[in-house]
């Protein structure tokens, strides 16, 4: 594990490097990809892409580090989220005791074929996702917060099952049901 957590943060020295060296001040990093995260977080368990098991400890803080190294080097970190993506096939998660599949799964709707986002149509959502902005930017020094959502949208290939939401808290506020998706957003 001590060779793995080496390798990974010497990859972002090379990277933070080469943006300096290109005079960047920016950088961006993905910190919640399917609701778990690059940081030590209080509502996500650890991602699976820094240990091979969703919710196993790395062994330190990629934010937390990234941030120190970034700020050393005058560039700044902002951290990128994909605040709806829950998984990306039907075994990608559920298997934690605190997963959302397990003890939330009134907040998954499907997104196209075995995979799951957060409806953000529910308030209880919404006031998750700003649950974990607030631990994000109360804890870490980050320059900014971005939101990737995507996921949110209807397409032909994607049918969002969210109209029993829209009904239940709309409230007659929106005419359509896209105008409140984007107020969700």
């Not at 080469?18 to 977080?41: H, I, P």
């Not at 039907?90 to 959302?100: F, I, K, M, T």
């Amino acid at each position: 594990r001590e060779a793995a957590r080496n390798a990974q943060k010497s990859g972002l020295i090379s990277v933070l490097d080469k943006l300096k060296a290109a005079n960047f001040n920016t950088v961006f990093f993905q910190v919640r990809g399917m609701c778990d995260a690059f940081y030590n977080s209080k509502y996500e368990p650890w991602s699976q892409y820094l240990s091979s098991e969703r919710g196993a400890d790395p062994g330190w803080d990629p934010l937390a580090y990234l941030v120190q190294e970034a700020h050393k080097r005058g560039i700044e970190v902002h951290a990128w989220m994909n605040p709806y993506r829950y998984s990306s096939s039907s075994v990608s998660h559920g298997n934690l005791p605190d997963d959302y599949a397990t003890v939330h799964p009134d907040w998954l709707m499907d997104y196209g074929s075995s995979q799951k986002i957060l409806n953000p149509g529910m308030p209880e959502v919404r006031q998750r996702i700003t649950d974990v902005v607030a631990d994000i930017i109360t804890n870490y020094d980050v320059d900014g917060i971005h939101f990737d959502d995507y996921f949110y949208y209807e397409s032909s290939s994607s049918k969002l099952n969210d109209k029993k939401t829209y009904e239940t808290y709309n409230k007659g506020q929106f005419s359509n049901i896209g105008d409140w998706r984007r107020n969700n957003t």
